[in-house]
């Protein structure tokens, strides 16, 4: 497929890990060198293009603007836009790089204005190149850190269409993966912060870093467990909660309930107090 082809020279798309150099974290995307986007030497640039398929583009977008390093900005049409999100450049030989800046597939942004690849470049579609493109969105990126707040590793979140999720990690040099590492040995989310919580307070501990941001956001002390439901933190990742009072907050669900009953089971020895929390209200919507 033409789009999950990466450019020689520009960062991969960084949903695609499993392609991606281990050594290799996020790049900045390369200059395009210097030149101006004013002048002979732009109507020279754009000469050369010819019927390329940059100007077409730019043709359907709002909000068009040069960048100083020679690309171009619009408004993406691909989602609610209200800067421009949209990086566009060409490549040698007319190739075009489409980049959404909040993670809009490239074939979503040709057909919301109304293009396709095919009707773009009829005899060169194998020259048709995308910056980045995937179904997946990057939507959030937790750093996992151990009590004393030394990055262990970062948890992404990827989403797909309106429902589709997927977690990925990577480790605080930037390397897809663990290493390893096992994720029972992984702190809980938010460790760095109980150092600076009372001795005396609740603090509530969740299922992932998502319902951990929701809970700190209305004001609860939260941490997460990073394991997925059918993992449990070791007694080493939990032993900062020694002496503190703690209430399990489980998700939901069967795996959710099981997971913080075995987390119970260790925090009983090291908590000085360790309750679970139903919300009993939520069964009869289950
Ligand atoms: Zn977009």
New binding site residues.
Partial sequence: MVGSRAVEGLPASPVRGDTQPPHRPHTPRPATGCRSVVGAEQAEREEHLGMGGLERILEHLEGVKPTPSGEYAAL?P??D?HEP??SLREAEEGKVLLH?H???DYQD?LEAVGLDTKDLFPPHVENVVLWRSSDWRLTATYEVKDPEGRLVALHERLEKGADEKKYRWRLSDGRYGLDGMPLASLPLYGSERVKNWPREALIVLVEGEKATEALLKVGFRALGTVTGASGTPSAESLKMLRGRRVVLWPDNDEAGREHMERVAETLVDMAAEVRIYTWEEARSYA
């Fill in positions: 993406c691909a989602h836009d999100s949209l959404c909040a993670g809009c942004i």
